[in-house]
């Protein structure tokens, strides 16, 4: 299964936070699953971070990429459709990093492992 990572779950799944689910942590380290993050958690990881949101991320330039590495995580980049999409999904969700996962979740066909309640009312699959 190919699935797509909310940045929280990422957080989560990093600093073996408790409130990362059973079912999206099995998913994550079961070898036969492609687990993507998308380019857009990077850039809101690195927001966090430079507002000292993020104190368990020493630098993003180093943790996000060093993380991806050891899990076997790939990467989603950004592209105009997913932009394009983001812009015209119901207003659900304001905020913009998750209106962009969620179209790029609807455009390339993918779950997301998500705790977010809001995600979960767009016409997507959510695991968690």
Excluded at 53 to 71: F, G, H, Q, W
Excluded at 72 to 91: D, K, T
């Amino acid at each position: 299964m190919r699935a797509l990572l909310d940045t929280h779950a990422f957080l989560w799944f990093n600093s073996n936070d408790p409130r990362m689910s059973g079912g999206a942590l099995a998913l994550i380290e079961d070898g036969e699953n492609e687990i993507v993050l998308s380019a857009v958690s990077a850039l809101e990881i690195a927001i966090k971070y430079a507002r000292g949101r993020l104190p368990e991320v020493t630098d993003p330039d180093s943790y996000v990429p060093s993380r991806m590495a050891r899990y076997g995580l790939g990467s989603l980049a950004i592209s105009i459709p997913h932009a394009l999409r983001a812009g015209v999904l119901p207003p659900i969700h304001r905020d913009p990093f998750d209106r962009l996962l969620v179209a790029q979740a609807q455009l390339e066909g993918l779950p997301i492992l998500t705790s977010d309640a809001n995600i979960a009312r767009y016409d997507i699959q959510v695991i968690w």
